[in-house]
Structure formats: structure tokens, C-alpha cells
């Protein structure tokens, strides 16, 4: 599907046009849970996540049989600062690496059923340090986010986004401090591993970055363009276009929840079709849930990235399902109730 926007002005106004759930369908979900065979609330969130899930799908019984995961690398220009422990060469390499099957996400995909996706942009072509410019023109930011949207498959019905970026949990933490507040120092963690020199070149290059760009701090898709990413902005892309076709999100780690803020700052409400999957180790990503009203559904003390943790929350998510949807009903088991 052509992505129905040319300008960010053009994508703000496609969040405000979404779908909301079908509340038909999650009455009729929360019905049948009330006659499951087990006591009222046993599950505990599965219930919860089974009715979200009937509303964003609109059955009342919702299957997870589908489900995508999409991978978007991306290079900045931000690492001429020194807030990184590896090269930007290591995302080409970690590319090459998910598509040979050999990393830590394609491992989890087959674990948990999911068929995945990578998506390069531009690895040749970093965006801009976002300390001296802004990361990416108008134009090179709607690419990206564009981007995104086409590589959702709208038969999925479920899905992850990941990333993959040398720098990339810096233009996180300038997003999450232009969209929430804060310094530098409030936002940046040890990402892939920074020493002390490191975190406080990190937390600096925030700080430079939000005084450059001062519209960053009112407009989030401006704090996309100026300080993300290629790679951000396509799971932003990705997330949106999911919306639009209705279909449930896990959000991953700090940088996936940092470019999907951009949708919820943008459009309040933009996330309702997305749970968080889990809390990850890099500092911040607790503080950022706790702004986007998300309860992570793991903690695992992940720190990897890539979709990791979005990954391993379809198995709950789709446990969740089956319970809801295979279960019998007291009266179809023959139970008697209390």
C-alpha cells in the first residue's frame, strides 16, 4: 500500500483519522471470559490482553497466527560525538547477520512463531548529527516513515518492530527528553555499553541537540525529523500503518517506545492498539513507559534491542488467545459454576 502521506503535515493528519477498537467485539470478548471454565480473574492479564486483542481484531474469539516481526536499521550521524562502543560499520554487519539467520532476534522469531523481516535505509547514507543539523529534511523523514508503513503486511495479526543503529539510543533519549522534558542526563544510559567518558559525550550531544532545535520540544514530529533517526522513524511508520489495518502492536525496548512516543505526542490515543512487552536494563525505559501509561509484560533485564523483548511477549500474547478462545465454557464442560 502506497503511503497516503507527503508531507509530516500530511501523516499527523492520517493519525488523527484512525480506527478505534470494535467495543462489540470486546463486549462479546469479555462475556465469554466471565463463563470460562476457571474463577474470575485467574488469568490475571491474559485475560486483559485476550479482550484487547478481540477489539483490535473484532472477534469476539481472536487468533494469533500470524504474527510479523519487522526489523529497520538505520545509521547517524550523531556517532562523530563518541556516544557509541562500536562502529557505525557493526549495523551493515548486524544486517548482513539477520539475514543469514544468525542473531539473537531470528532465533526468538522461529521460537515464537513469527515470520521476520529486515529492512536497510540508507546504511551508506547517515542522517545528519543532530548536534550541528537536523538529522533528516522533511522529505528524507516522510521516506522513512513511508517506509515503515509498506512493510507491514496488512494480513498480520500481531506485530513487533525492531531496530538496528549504531547511535541509535541517543536520538531515543534526545526524543524522549524533547517529548517528555528533561536533560540529557535525565535520558541517556549506557546503551551498548559506554564507559563513564561515554555516557557523559551521550547526555551532552542530547543536550546540544535540544538546544539547536528548539521546535523539538513542541512539535513531536518536528523531534522526529530533527533528532531521530531513519530506522525510528520507519517503526513509527510501521506502528501507524498497523493502526490503520487494525492490527495489535508490542512495542519493544527504549528505542521502539521512544519512536512510537512521537504517534502518542502527536495524536493522543495513537498507541491504544499497543501493549508494551517489556521493561528493558537501558535506564530510562521504565521512566518512558511510565509516560506512555504502559506496563511492561516482562522483565528480563534485556538490553539487546532488535525486537528481543517485543518477541518473546507473543508468546504471552498468543497464550493469552488461546486461553480465551480454546477454553470451554462452564456450561460446554459440564462444570458447575459458583
Do not use: Y
Request: include cysteine; glycine fraction near 12%.
Amino acid at each position: 500500500m502506497t503511503a497516503p502521506f507527503r508531507s509530516l503535515s500530511d501523516f499527523r493528519a492520517a493519525l488523527g483519522a484512525m480506527p478505534a477498537p470494535d467495543a462489540a467485539a470486546s463486549d462479546a470478548a469479555r462475556a465469554r471470559d466471565a463463563v470460562l471454565t476457571k474463577p474470575a480473574g485467574a488469568l490475571g492479564r491474559l485475560e486483559e490482553i485476550s479482550i484487547w486483542i478481540a477489539g483490535w481484531q473484532g472477534k469476539a474469539r481472536p487468533a494469533v497466527t500470524n504474527p510479523l516481526i519487522l526489523v529497520f536499521a538505520g545509521n547517524h550521524g550523531v556517532t562523530a560525538q563518541g556516544v557509541s562502543a562500536f562502529p557505525a560499520a557493526v549495523t551493515a554487519q548486524m544486517v548482513a547477520n539477520f539475514r543469514a539467520g544468525g542473531a539473537a532476534i531470528n532465533q526468538l522469531a522461529t521460537c515464537v512463531g513469527a515470520r521476520m523481516e529486515v529492512h536497510a535505509l540508507d546504511l551508506d547514507r547517515p542522517t545528519a548529527d543532530f548536534t550541528a543539523a537536523p538529522a533528516m529534511t522533511e522529505a528524507e523523514a516522510v521516506a522513512a516513515l513511508a517506509v515503515g508503513w509498506a512493510a507491514v503486511d496488512p494480513g498480520a495479526d500481531l506485530l513487533v518492530t525492531g531496530e538496528m543503529g549504531i547511535g541509535n539510543t541517543t536520538s531515543a533519549a534526545a526524543l524522549a527528553a524533547a517529548l517528555f522534558g528533561g536533560t540529557g542526563a535525565d535520558w541517556a544510559g549506557r546503551g551498548t555499553g559506554v564507559d563513564d567518558g561515554g555516557l557523559a559525550r551521550k547526555a551532552g550531544a542530547v543536550d546540544m541537540g535540544l538546544a539547536r532545535h528548539p521546535a523539538a520540544r513542541s512539535d513531536p514530529l518536528a523531534a522526529l525529523r530533527c533528532l531521530g533517526g531513519r530506522e525510528l522513524a520507519a517503526m513509527a511508520g510501521a506502528i501507524a500503518r498497523a493502526r490503520r489495518e487494525r492490527i495489535p502492536v508490542i512495542l519493544d525496548g527504549f528505542i521502539c517506545c521512544a519512536a512510537a512516543a512521537v504517534l502518542e505526542r502527536a495524536v493522543p490515543g495513537a498507541l491504544d492498539h499497543a501493549l508494551a512487552g517489556h521493561v528493558g536494563a537501558e535506564t530510562a525505559h521504565r521512566r518512558l513507559l511510565g509516560h506512555l501509561g504502559k506496563a511492561p509484560l516482562l522483565d528480563l533485564g534485556l538490553r539487546l534491542g532488535e525486537g528481543s523483548g517485543a518477541a518473546l511477549a507473543i508468546g504471552v500474547v498468543r497464550a493469552a488467545v488461546a486461553c480465551h478462545s480454546g477454553m470451554a465454557s462452564f456450561a460446554e464442560a459440564g462444570v458447575a459454576e459458583a
